[in-house]
């Protein structure tokens, strides 16, 4: 079955090393981050963005200038590909850099996680914005924790060293960072709000 994945490079802290960009049905670099698939020489699909960051515009890539202002360029690039159908999207350049763009990526994500499935990776891990129920498996040992945004209640967790069972998160007063897993696939379920999931590798 082909991927109806789509990737997108935003301009913070690119991988170390990329996955397998041919099993994604679209690659996108967003702004700047183009300049990393020239260095890597890559060539992506898509390059979206204001082109304020771009050393060399190509002519042989599909480009499409976003110049609102009124809207990031990540929160730009999620309308176009989920007007093309995609929604699933792997997102890599989120992090690192300069940290008020994270913390925009982050905002975004938020904004678009009752329609699509973002889930954002780094060099250290994998975090996303899980529905009310998540499974995860081939996570024994590994790092997880669980941040509210701002809150989120009734939170059951199975397979984690320090469980919790309906209780509540609230961001500024509780967080769930760096619990364990103890088994090799961890379950977590919660009853109303939005809770950022983080494993780490």
């Not at 350049?93 to 329609?115: C, M, Y």
């Not at 499935?117 to 997880?144: A, H, M, P, S």
Request: hydrophobic letters at 35%; glycine letters at 6%.
């Amino acid at each position: 079955m082909e991927s109806t994945t789509a990737f997108i490079l935003l301009n913070g802290t690119p991988p170390s090393q990329f996955p397998n960009l041919k099993n994604y049905k679209i690659v996108c670099a967003v702004d700047g981050a183009y300049n990393h698939f020239v260095k890597c020489k890559i060539e992506p699909d898509l390059i979206t963005g204001d082109f304020d960051s771009i050393d060399n515009i190509p002519t042989h890539i599909e480009t499409i200038n976003t110049e609102d202002q009124n809207f990031a360029d990540f929160h730009k690039t999620l309308t176009i590909l989920t007007e093309r159908g995609y929604t699933n999207i792997d997102v890599y350049g989120a992090s690192g850099e300069e940290q008020d763009h994270f913390l925009g990526n982050i905002s975004t994500a938020l904004q678009w996680k009752d329609r699509i499935n973002l889930q954002f990776f780094d060099d250290y891990g994998c975090y996303t914005f899980i529905e009310k129920t998540f499974k995860k498996r081939d996570v024994k040992g590994k790092i997880v924790s669980l941040i509210p945004f701002p809150s989120a209640t009734e939170i059951i967790t199975k397979g984690l060293l320090y469980p919790l069972n309906k209780e509540s998160l609230t961001f500024g007063q509780r967080i769930g960072t760096r619990n364990t897993a103890i088994e090799d696939t961890i379950e977590i379920s919660f009853r109303e709000g939005a809770l950022l999931v983080y494993v780490g590798k």
